[in-house]
């Protein structure tokens, strides 16, 4: 069974910076493409950033303004999304994925997702 739980999400002030995680198990993760998604209100879930097998290959959404970093670690089956210059566009709820290709990323499975909420 595939179980993928994010967590670090909270309420953070404007310019603040959070740390998200995503702690897979029921995969082979280091066999695993893997990237975060997000969705805020009232609109549509949108890709943040993919990272490769290795974890030395990324991408980006178009959206992503070099303040978005992903990272694995395949020793402890997670992956990471670091945000910096939180803003309040950033509110959303925030989804780890997996797929079985990289570009396009096409996700197969979902976490239950971790808000974020930047506040003034």
């Known amino acids: 069974q595939v179980r993928l739980v994010e967590s670090g999400g909270g309420s953070v002030q404007v310019g603040g910076s959070l740390r998200l995680s995503c702690v897979a198990s029921?995969?082979?993760?280091?066999?695993?493409?893997m990237g975060w998604f997000r969705q805020a209100p009232g609109k549509e879930r949108e890709f943040v950033a993919a990272?490769?097998?290795?974890?030395?290959?990324?991408y980006y959404g178009d959206f992503v303004e070099g303040r978005f970093t992903i990272s694995k670690d395949n020793a402890k089956n997670t992956v990471y999304l670091q945000i910096t210059s939180l803003k309040p566009e950033d509110t959303a709820v925030y989804y780890c994925?997996?797929?079985?290709?990289?570009?396009?990323?096409?996700?197969?499975?979902w976490g239950q997702g971790t808000q974020v909420t930047v506040s003034i």
């Open positions: 029921g995969i082979t993760f280091s066999t695993s493409y």
């Open positions: 990272i490769t097998l290795s974890g030395i290959n990324t």
């Open positions: 994925a997996t797929s079985l290709a990289y570009r396009p990323f096409k996700p197969t499975y």
